[in-house]
């Protein structure tokens, strides 16, 4: 099972708003990303957790806040949020050790647009 | 020079035919090596990952990887229009444990 789940699908906020994206696995995996990704550009690494620990910020404003309550959950707190920053936002995760550590499987995604 | 760089296309191939999609990098320490197939409006989801020179087949996908050369490829037989995606090329860098994506090479499969 490659799974990983992210909720909800879709999300419309104002600019005013605060909002939590979701995202799980249960491969065991121990490292979790946050990606952003617009129309026609690749991901675009944010976040990445390593055994629950946050070890990779790729400056993202503090807008963006993410959480890792355990080895399966990974939350994005949003808040004060930019029309720009309407995207198309993946978890994914890998193993984190291994032969196979750097494979990533991605969730399906939340699309949110902030107006 | 762009870490990753893939042609952006797109990449047009008749029905059947054997589609070529090629990824160069310019880390020569890069160790492993990943495609992924991405739908419009859906995410990515990976097809093949390699991390030694030579060929790895998997179904109606083959990767190849030239280290000496810095190129990754990936060849997909008897192309089918459900084919139809952008794939993305992502390449893990030696120092680094996040993989860096190219920018995805749109491949259009026509009945």
């Known amino acids: 099972d490659t799974e990983v789940t992210q909720t909800p699908k879709h999300l419309v906020m104002g600019m005013t708003n605060k909002k939590s994206l979701k995202c799980e696995q249960h491969?065991?995996?121990?490292?979790m990303y946050w990606y952003k990704q617009k129309a026609k550009k690749p991901p675009e690494l944010m976040f990445v957790y390593s055994y629950e620990k946050l070890s990779i910020n790729e400056s993202v404003p503090s807008r963006f806040s993410p959480e890792c309550p355990n080895s399966s959950l990974l939350n994005l707190h949003l808040h004060a949020l930019q029309p720009e920053d309407s995207a198309l936002y993946l978890c994914?995760?890998?193993?984190?050790?291994?032969?196979?550590?750097?494979?990533?499987?991605f969730g399906p995604g939340t699309r949110l647009t902030v107006t | 020079q762009k870490e990753v760089e893939q042609n952006s296309g797109p990449l047009s191939v008749p029905e059947g035919a054997i589609a070529s999609l090629n990824c160069t990098y310019s880390?020569?320490?890069?160790?492993?090596f990943f495609w992924y197939r991405q739908y419009s409006g859906k995410s990515p989801e990976l097809i093949m990952s390699?991390?030694?020179?030579g060929d790895k087949e998997d179904g109606r996908f083959t990767a190849q990887l030239n280290k000496a050369s810095q190129y990754v490829s990936l060849l997909i037989r008897d192309s089918q229009p459900s084919d139809s995606a952008t794939y993305l090329c992502a390449v893990k860098k030696g120092g680094s444990y996040i993989p860096t994506f190219g920018r995805g090479t749109s491949l259009i499969v026509h009945p």
């Open positions: 880390d020569r320490g890069s160790q492993s």
């Open positions: 994914a995760s890998s193993q984190g050790t291994g032969a196979r550590s750097y494979e990533q499987y």
């Open positions: 390699i991390y030694s020179n």
């Open positions: 491969m065991g995996h121990r490292a």
